[in-house]
């Protein structure tokens, strides 16, 4: 292989012999996506104690993140593949840990909300700009599947590590902590990212347009708010006009994307089947979990009773499983086939899933910690072989909008997971019948009827978290049972697209 940016210094390249610890500093950056992605879901709480936001605002502080991080990932990929890949992980990395102080020491919800949409511009520039410098740093394939599966590993491990670590902040120190951890890692990351890491570039990137950016940002915003919204307060005209500008906006980006003689995002990547099915994997199975991962931490504290340290122990199995997966896929991907593992992979996820809709409010942990160590192993082998597929099937000058379409899919299934798995939740959860007196409150969460009960006379206070337990568990062992629909057609369907995909092989 040649590189398009440095062709005297292909084989310098390869066997950089600084290029592992160059993938600790990326996978550092990783981590801290991976963690800032899943703490404050456990702060929130906290958060609404001292801000006093109203029920809007305190949706738009969990949310705002995830819609501006969803609107700009393909944009901020393909500005790294044009300006340079370091350059814009460096700068992102330094705006990451700068804003995360002003969301720690946020004394309004307005300022929380604009530090939270700010944080979501830096973390679009993260994700892309690591694996695209994955494909520029490991030439060899079989390295890089290597590197694939560490960076997987490490995100996989990150959502287990936030609760655990975000527990242990929130029982010692005030909810701004949580964020103020950022700090001390991004700084290792940008002094030794600034030594280790190589630049690299589109050689002829042409110019970086406006107008599709902005088709981009208003497309997946106005999709993920209208899924979003859908959810949470049904199918309103706002939620509808907000779903047809993002549809219109996204068919406006599509089409300028073909007519550019430089695109932001090359829509041909999409004829590679490989490319298209691993995407699409990717999409269907984060889907497919979200019901699980969204409403996990609830059902451990607010049915079991754990306390937020102990939940995220509790959880740990998957990210122990993700590991051990990850770092193995590449090796087995080429053993047997890369459809055998993707579709394997999210089979194992499929029946982790299936068994899961067993619980009840007393079930044991080895039932619970045995489903989530086969989620993690399946989830794993799917993600990271899918990641090598997609950092393969594309010019290495591409790598960095081809990592945007993959990060794209996950924000997107995961909107549309929660979205569609959230609201059987929420529906079976609503309909539970409490005893008399039962305020309004305590059917719009669990977390609602906990509060309402702790104020009502003990019996009764006691009686009501019976009846909203059951629901709640209820409608999560629908939603998994769903889920696990969703994940064995994917497995399905991931056989037949990925047919005679394969990993490259060292030259």
């Known amino acids: 292989m040649t590189s398009t940016l440095q062709p005297a210094t292909t084989t310098e390249a390869v066997k950089r012999p600084d290029r592992w610890l160059a993938l600790s500093v990326l996978v550092l950056a990783v981590l801290l996506v991976a963690v800032d992605a899943t703490v404050l879901g456990l702060a929130t709480p906290f958060i ?10 305190l949706l738009w502080i969990g949310d705002v993140y995830s819609f501006v991080i969803a609107g700009l990932l393909v944009s901020m990929g393909s500005l790294g593949d044009r300006i340079g890949r370091k350059r814009i992980l460096l700068l992102g990395a330094t705006a990451f840990g700068a804003i995360s102080v002003l969301n ?70 005030w909810w701004g902590s949580v964020f103020l951890i950022n700090l001390p890692v991004m700084i290792v990351l940008v002094v030794v990212g600034i030594r280790t890491l190589p630049e690299s570039r589109t050689a002829d990137p042409g110019p970086w347009d406006l107008p599709s950016v902005l088709l ?30 993002g549809a219109a906006a996204l068919y406006g980006f599509v089409r ?77 991907a080429r053993r047997y086939s890369v459809r055998s593992v993707v579709a394997g992979g999210l089979a194992a996820i499929g029946l982790a899933l299936a068994v899961l809709t067993l619980i009840d409010q007393n079930t044991g942990y080895p039932l619970l910690g045995g489903a989530l160590l086969l989620v993690g ?56 019948t409490g005893p008399t007196g039962t305020p309004q409150g305590a059917h719009e969460s669990l977390g609602g009827a906990v509060e309402a009960a702790s104020r ?6 006691e009686t009501l978290l019976s009846s909203a337990r059951a629901a709640f568990v209820d409608g999560l062992t629908i939603a998994t049972g769903a889920g696990a629909a969703v994940l064995l057609a994917t497995a399905v369907a991931a056989w037949f697209m990925l047919r005679e995909q394969r990993l490259e092989n060292a030259e």
């Open 216 to 245: 981009s940002l208003v497309g997946m915003i106005g999709i993920v708010y209208a899924v979003k919204e859908a959810a949470t307060h049904g199918l309103t005209w706002t939620t509808l006009g907000a779903g047809l500008l």
């Open 377 to 432: 192993v399946g989830a794993g082998f799917s993600f990271t072989v899918t990641a090598d597929v997609i950092l393969s099937s594309v010019p290495k000058e591409q790598a960095g909008a081809a990592s945007a379409v993959s990060e794209t899919a996950y924000e997107l299934g995961a909107a549309l997971g929660i979205a569609v798995l959230g609201s059987i939740v929420t529906g079976v959860y609503r309909d539970f």
């Open 48 to 57: 609404s104690e001292d801000l006093r936001p109203s029920g809007t605002q």
């Open 104 to 173: 720690a020491y946020a004394t309004t919800p307005e300022t929380m909300i604009a530090a939270r949409a700010l944080l979501g511009v830096a973390g679009a520039t993260l994700m892309p700009a690591t694996l695209a410098l994955i494909r520029n740093l490991f030439h060899d394939p079989r390295e890089r599947s290597l590197a694939v599966g560490i960076w997987g590993a490490t995100a996989s491990a990150g959502t287990a590590v936030g609760p655990i670590v975000g527990g242990f902040l929130l029982e010692h120190f």
């Open 456 to 461: 009502l006379p003990a019996e009764t206070g």
């Open 256 to 332: 300028r994307q073909l007519t550019l003689p430089t695109p932001l995002l090359d829509m041909r990547l999409f004829r590679n089947r490989g490319f298209s099915g691993a995407v699409l994997a990717d999409l269907l199975t984060i889907l497919g979990l979200s019901g699980l991962v969204f409403f996990l931490s609830q059902y451990l504290q607010l049915v079991q009773g754990r306390r937020p340290f102990e939940a995220g122990l509790a959880e740990l199995p998957a990210a122990v499983g993700a590991v051990a997966a990850g770092l193995v896929a590449g090796r087995a």
